[in-house]
Structures are given as C-alpha cells and as structure tokens.
C-alpha cells in the first residue's frame, strides 16, 4: 500500500510540496487501478497525466535545487533522467493491460518510495543543515510553521557566500523581521540578509 501525503513528507516550499502531493495523488490512482478491472485507455491515460506532470516537476525542483546551490544536484538530475526514461521504455514495451498496471505500479512505487520519500527529503536537510541560530543550534524547520503564511510565498536570503541562496519558511522569516532574531549561514558564520521574496506558486527561474 502506498503511504499517503503528510507533513512529515513536506520540503518547506509551497511550491514543491504542492507538487509532491499532486503526485502522491496520482500513484493512488495507479494503485486503485492495479487490482481492479479497468480499460487498457484509462491506465495510457492515467501513464500519460503521470508521465507529463512527473517530467514538469523535475524540471522545477531541478532549477529550485539550482537555486540554493544544493550540492548533489548532478545526482539528483541523474536520477530524474533514470526515472523518465524508465517511464519511456515502460511506454514503449506495452504488451497486455495487466503488464502494463503491474509495470506502472512499480514504477510509481520506486519513484514515490525512493525519490520522494528519501532522495527529496534530502534537499531538506540541506537547507536546514545550513543555517544555525545566532548561539550556533540547529534549526527546526517544523517549530516554524505558522497558519499564517502568506499562501506559500518563497522568502530569499543571502549571506556573504558567493552565489548562495537560503530558503527560508515564513517562520522564520518572521522572527528576522519582527522580532529582530538573527539566524547565521553555517558555511561562513555571517548572519542572513533579506533578499527578496516570490508570489505564490512562483518558483524563480
């Protein structure tokens, strides 16, 4: 069975995780469909929703990732061009309908269960791991949360790191504004500075 979305699974930006969930979405549909009768056009269907919105969300977080200067990015590209090509020669090797959900399920099971669930995650950790309080401890992300967010807007941060964006949630972002709480770059060891902050939904190119 697979897991369905919580916040556990979230990378804190709006964007990204609201395309995690759509996905997460879609490979319930493919397990629905893996034991149940069903027309050899809605599972192509079904392949083709997944397939497009797979290949536009890789292209996103890959200019995110590209964004914050995430170190493994050549990985974690390789790993998407694995998975579309995977998609690819699934497309291209239907035989039975049968064949054709048992493949989807596994493909839809990896993508979720590996990339997701681990390999995103790990974008994660990045941005938190590079940001300390101003005494030096680790930041939570979680503790941060606040219903009022505005609707998910992205909040850039520099530091004296050439090139280096911080992403941060509106949390945080809130602390620095209105409480004055400084929060450092763990790499050069100088406090963050406000850059500039996206729309909803927007994610810089």
Same mark, same amino acid.
């Given at each position: 069975?697979?897991?369905?979305?919580?916040?556990?699974?979230?990378?804190?930006?709006?964007?990204?995780?609201? #395309?995690?969930?759509?996905?997460?979405?879609?490979?319930?549909?493919?397990?629905?469909?893996?034991? &149940?009768?069903?027309?050899?056009?809605?599972? *192509?269907?079904?392949?083709?929703?997944?397939?497009?919105?797979? /290949?536009?969300?890789? !292209?996103?977080?890959? /200019?995110?990732?590209?964004?914050?200067?995430?170190?493994?990015?050549?990985?974690?590209?390789?790993?998407?061009?694995?998975?579309?090509?995977?998609?690819?020669?699934?497309?291209?090797?239907?035989?039975?309908?049968?064949?054709?959900?048992? &493949?989807?399920?596994?493909?839809?099971?990896?993508?979720?269960?590996?990339?997701?669930?681990?390999?995103?995650?790990?974008?994660?950790?990045?941005?938190?791991?590079?940001?300390?309080?101003?005494?030096?401890?680790?930041?939570?992300?979680?503790?941060? &949360?606040?219903? /009022?967010?505005?609707?998910?807007?992205?909040?850039?941060?520099?530091?004296?790191?050439?090139?280096?964006?911080?992403?941060?949630?509106?949390?945080?972002?809130? &602390?620095? #504004?209105?409480?004055?709480?400084?929060?450092?770059?763990?790499?050069?060891? *100088?406090?963050?500075?406000? !850059?500039?902050?996206?729309?909803?939904?927007?994610?810089?190119?």
């Amino acid at each position: 069975m697979f897991p369905k979305w919580d916040d556990s699974y979230s990378v804190h930006n709006a964007k990204i995780d609201e #395309q995690h969930k759509k996905l997460f979405e879609l490979a319930a549909k493919v397990e629905y469909m893996f034991d &149940k009768p069903v027309y050899k056009n809605d599972i *192509k269907n079904l392949l083709a929703e997944f397939f497009n919105y797979m /290949k536009d969300h890789f !292209h996103d977080e890959e /200019k995110y990732m590209e964004l914050i200067g995430y170190p493994e990015l050549e990985a974690h590209r390789k790993i998407h061009k694995e998975i579309i090509q995977m998609m690819i020669n699934l497309i291209q090797g239907i035989k039975t309908t049968n064949d054709l959900k048992e &493949k989807l399920y596994m493909v839809a099971k990896k993508w979720l269960l590996e990339h997701i669930l681990y390999e995103d995650m790990k974008v994660e950790h990045f941005r938190r791991s590079s940001l300390s309080h101003d005494d030096g401890g680790d930041v939570s992300f979680e503790e941060d &949360k606040d219903e /009022k967010d505005d609707e998910g807007a992205i909040y850039l941060y520099v530091c004296d790191c050439v090139g280096q964006i911080h992403d941060v949630p509106f949390g945080i972002h809130q &602390k620095m #504004q209105l409480k004055g709480t400084k929060f450092r770059c763990k790499k050069c060891q *100088k406090p963050i500075q406000f !850059h500039k902050k996206h729309s909803a939904g927007f994610l810089i190119y």
